[in-house]
């Protein structure tokens, strides 16, 4: 999987409380991605960043923040989660942008909110 | 107009059939076109991609054909194995940017 790890791979969390994601990268690629997945629905863009500190939304971001202090290391938090928020989340990298560029994705986090 | 519909939700064929998945898209302003695959417990590789400037690209067992004109493109599996039981996404992206638009995925089913 391209050197992406995320963590934890599984959580279960309450209403309300704030769960953190990481997306840990070992190729040096300047572009970081987190997506989720829902049935029917495929894979939506929640946050992305081009650089450290150069954060953008998606198209799912509303209840989703991000951080990346280092090039390696790409934070998804929940402020607050809640139950439309269970989901499998994937990050993904890419060298550079532009079409034609590939996006490598790592395993996935699912994530259960009760 | 961002929308990217993806057909069939599923698809089961028999081991040395031909798979096709089709995508529709709108947004004439993409020029980009990957297909991923997914299998379970993983995320998404890219499979194959083409760019509008071209109609059809082979890469093995696996074929893009592209539409232009009615804006569509498909996938074609052919010699289906059970291996290649997964699911597929088409995307649809832009030059000059680093997002994608995802069709909802078809989860395909090649039977022994």
């Known amino acids: 999987d391209a050197g992406i790890t995320q963590s934890p791979r599984h959580k279960v969390t309450e209403t309300g409380t704030p769960v953190t994601l990481r997306c840990h990268q070992t190729e040096n690629h300047r572009y970081m991605y987190w997506y989720r997945q829902d049935p029917g629905h495929g894979l939506r863009l929640i946050h992305y960043?081009?650089?450290?500190?150069?954060?953008d939304k998606g198209e799912v971001s509303d209840g989703y923040s991000v951080s990346r202090s280092k090039t390696e290391d790409f934070l998804l938090t929940l402020e607050s989660a809640t139950s439309s928020q269970t989901s499998v989340y994937f990050c993904?990298?890419?060298?550079?942008?532009?079409?034609?560029?590939?996006?490598?994705f790592g395993q996935g986090t699912r994530l259960t909110v009760v | 107009q961002q929308q990217v519909k993806q057909s069939p939700q599923s698809l089961i064929v028999q081991k040395g059939g031909i798979s096709i998945i089709n995508c529709a898209y709108e947004?004439?302003?993409?020029?980009?076109f990957p297909w991923y695959q997914q299998f379970p417990g993983k995320g998404p590789a890219l499979l194959i991609a083409?760019?509008?400037?071209?109609s059809e690209k082979k890469e093995g067992r696996f074929t893009i054909s592209f539409n232009k004109s009615a804006k569509q493109f498909s996938l074609h599996i052919m010699d289906s194995q059970p291996g290649d039981s997964a699911t597929y996404f088409c995307a649809a992206g832009y030059s000059g940017t680093y997002k994608y638009i995802f069709g909802t995925g078809t989860r395909l089913k090649v039977l022994a």
């Open positions: 993904a990298i890419s060298e550079s942008s532009g079409a034609n560029t590939e996006a490598f």
């Open positions: 960043s081009y650089g450290v500190k150069d954060t």
């Open positions: 947004n004439t302003a993409f020029d980009y």
């Open positions: 083409i760019r509008p400037d071209v």
